[in-house]
């Protein structure tokens, strides 16, 4: 049962174009991420947030953006789609003390033409 | 350096025991995890040990944590079909617990 929910699950849009994919927690967890999936499995953290008005760049440099107006959400928008952003993102959250287990969503796979 | 490395690929018969590692670079590292990924979907935690622990069982896995070597090892008794996924070490360290993912390693199970 998902606490945490993305959408679109996929997505197939042309270059150029603004997408926003979407990213919500029902848990009331401060902490919230995104990560970059390769093919080869390898997940790489592009936005973390720690809180509301909270967003930090990750470990692997993306053209995206994010924002964190509310608690449970934390929306990812691509101003100009290119077929390099093809991916799987990942969105998870966490609580702020205690073990920093992350709970993932499913998944949004993005293709772009 | 964050960095955690685990093989690539592990094949097994169902049935046996199959025994995935780690290695992990941050000595302060407070927690280490293992999480799963079926195809097509997100990652779901398996379970985690707490670094002062060298081991942990829960019905068919054990975790085994070697601080000294700082090597993690997850095993899967009597893997069955169902446990083909890809498998994530994973460590928290620092003030703010940031989480650093292994490579991945992905768990083909033969019947």
């Known amino acids: 049962e998902a606490d945490i929910y993305q959408t679109p699950r996929y997505l197939v849009i042309g270059t150029g174009k603004k997408i926003t994919l979407e990213c919500s927690q029902t848990m009331g967890h401060d902490k919230m991420y995104w990560y970059q999936q390769d093919p080869g499995m390898e997940l790489h953290l592009i936005h973390y947030s720690y809180g509301v008005n909270s967003t930090e760049k990750g470990d692997l440099s993306s053209e995206s953006t994010v924002s964190r107006i509310r608690t449970e959400h934390f929306p990812l928008t691509l101003e100009s789609a290119r077929p390099s952003h093809t991916s799987q993102y990942l969105c998870?959250?966490?609580?702020?003390?205690?073990?920093?287990?992350?709970?993932f969503g499913a998944g949004s796979r993005l293709t772009v033409l | 350096g964050e960095d955690v490395e685990q093989s690539l690929f592990l094949s097994v018969r169902e049935g046996d025991s199959s025994v995935i590692n780690c290695t992990y670079t941050?000595?302060?590292?407070?927690?280490l995890y293992w999480y799963k990924q079926e195809p097509g979907a997100g990652l779901q935690l398996l379970t985690y040990?707490?670094?002062?622990?060298d081991m942990k069982q829960d019905q068919r896995l054990t975790v085994l944590l070697n601080k000294k070597d700082k090597h993690l090892s997850l095993r899967i008794a009597d893997t069955q079909t169902g446990d083909s996924a890809i498998y994530f070490c994973v460590q928290a360290a620092g003030g703010y617990q940031k989480v650093t993912f292994g490579t991945g390693t992905k768990l083909q199970v033969i019947p």
């Open positions: 941050d000595s302060s590292s407070t927690y």
């Open positions: 040990i707490f670094s002062n622990m």
């Open positions: 998870a959250s966490s609580r702020t003390s205690g073990a920093n287990v992350l709970t």
